[in-house]
């Protein structure tokens, strides 16, 4: 089979299981008023964020409502878990492939319980919206939402293992993708002078801004390395022996945790009874210097904390030394250390200041232009959109070259 059919076969079958588990959302949990549901929490804050990764799934209440959500968060506390539990970190570091069958099997049931307990707080949330509440409602919705997550999850694995791309990237891609022609509907005017009016305002910012991301989420510090034998044989450094460090290590992820912690303080205002705390919820939430900077400082604490979940300096410098390469008028060892973690903290905080610049610019455009269909479209949704697009065109030009390399060698 040449390489063109077996690549149109992985695209057409990552295509099919993205629209079935598209289509899986709209597909109903029984014994919900979901016109009084949606009307009721069309302006919550916590819930609207959630929609961003779950394609409305957590306004519609279908079968796959949980979406690849329960996974995404399974996967990252393991990821946390791997840094800190010695097992784990072994089954990683040691075991090979067999030891990442094992965590990739934990993470599974990590995310079955996950969306148990998310089913169960749904079931919980949605009681004021039940025609019918009962033990065996609670239990239908249960297994229906668990089940789902889990049917999600396979469908990104078999994207994964036998489509193109990330499966749980491209699911979370679709789901921002929906939702955005909505969002432009329900914000531009009837007026057609104003529709031109938005229409040229926007494209040239949105291009700006689709620049500057790609800069943030594809812009590296080349770190030059020399082998042993260059330094014995005094040869010339060479520039294509670098170790490339990322401008933005954590990719989409510190955006997505800042967003997630600003969204919370709306939902506790709503389930607080204690005035004096929601007043200053509320003095928090309007102020817009005090949201801002609560902002920035989220995203460059959670920057540094997943960059550092990303990338071990010591472990780099380990293996350098075993490599025998070291970096130029550095000392292998401890120096190499310190000289990697001095730069990655600058290249971190860099990386922050990058971000919390694209997550302003939706804001500061709708301010000045009063057009609030470019707020909508935030810095979270702009960043998964340009990293899982890059990530899957890289893909797909990686498996061509390597099909055609193959080709040769027969």
Not at 85 to 108: A, C, F, S, W
Not at 121 to 137: E, M, Q, R
Not at 266 to 275: A, D, K, T
Request: with cysteine.
């Amino acid at each position: 089979m040449s390489t063109n059919n077996i690549l149109i076969r992985k695209i057409a079958l990552t295509l099919l299981l993205l629209i079935t588990a598209r289509l899986g959302i709209f597909i109903p949990i029984p014994g919900i008023d979901h016109d009084a549901f949606y009307n009721g929490i069309g302006k919550n804050a916590l819930i609207n964020f959630l929609n961003i990764f779950s394609g409305g799934g957590f306004s519609t209440i279908g079968l796959f409502a949980l979406g690849i959500v329960p996974y995404i968060n399974s996967s990252l506390i393991i990821q946390l878990l791997t840094k800190t539990v010695p097992y784990l970190e072994t089954l990683q570091k040691e075991e090979g492939e067999k030891g990442r069958q094992k965590i990739t099997q934990i993470t599974r049931y990590l995310a079955l319980g996950w969306a148990i307990i998310q089913s169960i707080g749904i079931c919980l949330w949605i009681k004021p919206y039940v025609f019918y509440w009962n033990l065996n409602f609670i239990v239908d919705v249960i297994i229906s939402l668990s089940t789902g997550a889990m049917i999600v999850m396979w469908f990104s694995e078999i994207i994964t293992e036998k489509g193109i791309g990330n499966g749980a990237s491209l699911l979370i891609f679709q789901n921002i993708i929906s939702g955005i022609p909505q969002g432009i509907k329900g914000s531009i005017t009837d007026e057609r002078n104003m529709l031109w009016k938005q229409i040229i305002i926007l494209l040239p910012l949105f291009i700006i801004m689709l620049v500057i991301t790609i800069l943030v989420q594809e812009g590296i510090r080349k770190i030059n390395i020399v082998s042993a034998r260059q330094l014995i044989k005094q040869y010339n450094i060479d520039p294509q022996s670098y170790l490339p460090l990322k401008l933005n290590q954590g990719g989409v992820m510190p955006i997505v945790f800042a967003s997630a912690s600003m969204a919370i303080p709306s939902y506790l205002r709503s389930i607080i009874p204690n005035e004096n705390a929601k007043s200053i919820i509320d003095t928090c939430i309007s102020n817009n210097i005090i949201y801002l900077l609560l902002y920035g400082t989220f995203i460059i604490l959670f920057s540094y904390f997943y960059a550092s979940l990303v990338l071990n300096t010591q472990d780099l410098s380990n293996n350098l030394k075993k490599m025998g390469a070291s970096i130029p008028n550095v000392r292998p060892g401890e120096d190499t250390s310190n000289y990697l973690n001095k730069i990655i903290n600058r290249l971190t905080f860099l990386g922050a200041l990058f971000l919390f610049l694209v997550a302003l610019v939706p804001s500061i455009i709708a301010q000045i232009t009063d057009i609030k269909s470019f707020k909508g479209f935030g810095a979270t949704s702009l960043l998964i959109l340009v990293g899982v697009a890059i990530d899957t065109a890289k893909q797909i030009q990686t498996y061509i070259i390597s099909e055609q390399y193959e080709s040769l060698m027969k």
